[in-house]
């Protein structure tokens, strides 16, 4: 494919706010055969591209102000979709994997393309046109639910989070190359004409703010220990009390 995606060498790159540059690492676009490529380090993969660059930084949602004050807003490329297995309990057998995702994608809109992780799959899809960041998660928060109602695995409601970090196919994570099972999407999906096709309705909600849509918080206090409170606090965009546990291996710190 043509399509150009930025991936980043590991998931604590520093994320730029919108302030100081000093320091500040830059990462090339990639081809998508690139992407997935082998990779030396546990890399990882962005979907959205900065319009008139040929490298940008990793992005924290309060970069987007500054750069839509400039005439540079953030837009998606592409839509990554985690799809986890309970308790992300990895596959017994990775034929198990390849199985699961050739029986997804036919359900799915189409050109949808993916690949096998390590306790579940990957779905992605390149978007043309692209979408503005701060329409990002309208669009996604939906799509979530839709892949959600034609797979028995649970779809990572951080997905629809346009800042997100997605581990490539091939990354070496914990000094083995993850043996992942690709499917190249074959036709980019324009998410004006789907979203219109679905009746859903793409609007900005307020993106580059320091503030979060409180929708999915519980209505009362949840009763956790404190090493369950010290874990939801490590990973802020936890917002039910139900903190990651450390086996899981997945810590995607916003």
């Given at each position: 494919m043509a399509r150009e995606i930025v991936v980043l060498p590991h998931l604590r790159v520093r994320g730029w706010d919108g302030g100081e540059v000093d320091d500040l690492k830059m990462y090339q676009r990639v081809s998508w055969d690139a992407f997935c490529a082998e990779q030396k380090t546990d890399a990882m993969a962005v979907g959205y591209l900065v319009p008139g660059e040929d490298q940008q930084p990793r992005l924290n949602r309060a970069a987007l102000d500054a750069l839509r004050a400039h005439g540079q807003e953030p837009e998606l490329h592409w839509a990554f979709f985690d799809l986890d297995r309970p308790g992300h309990e990895p596959w017994a057998d990775p034929s198990q994997a390849?199985?699961?995702?050739?029986?997804?994608?036919?359900?799915?809109?189409?050109?949808?393309?993916?690949?096998?992780?390590?306790?579940?799959?990957?779905?992605?899809?390149?978007?043309?046109?692209?979408?503005?960041?701060?329409?990002?998660?309208?669009?996604?928060?939906?799509?979530?639910?839709?892949?959600?109602?034609?797979?028995?695995?649970?779809?990572?409601?951080?997905?629809?989070?346009?800042?997100?970090?997605?581990?490539?196919?091939?990354?070496?994570?914990?000094?083995?190359?993850?043996?992942?099972?690709?499917?190249?999407?074959?036709?980019?999906?324009?998410?004006?004409?789907?979203?219109k096709e679905k009746g859903w309705t793409l609007s900005s909600d307020n993106q580059g703010s320091a503030t979060f849509d409180d929708a999915d918080l519980p209505d009362a206090p949840v009763d956790l220990t404190f090493d369950q409170w010290k874990a939801a606090w490590a990973h802020p965009y936890l917002k039910v009390g139900s903190p990651i546990p450390e086996e899981g291996g997945h810590h995607y710190p916003v």
């Open positions: 390849t199985v699961s995702l050739y029986t997804l994608l036919p359900s799915l809109p189409a050109g949808a393309g993916g690949y096998t992780t390590r306790a579940g799959l990957r779905i992605v899809w390149p978007l043309d046109p692209p979408l503005p960041a701060s329409l990002a998660q309208s669009f996604l928060r939906p799509m979530t639910e839709l892949i959600g109602e034609n797979t028995d695995l649970e779809v990572d409601p951080a997905s629809v989070e346009w800042t997100r970090l997605f581990r490539t196919p091939r990354a070496n994570r914990d000094g083995v190359t993850l043996p992942s099972v690709v499917q190249a999407p074959t036709t980019p999906l324009n998410p004006y004409e789907f979203a």
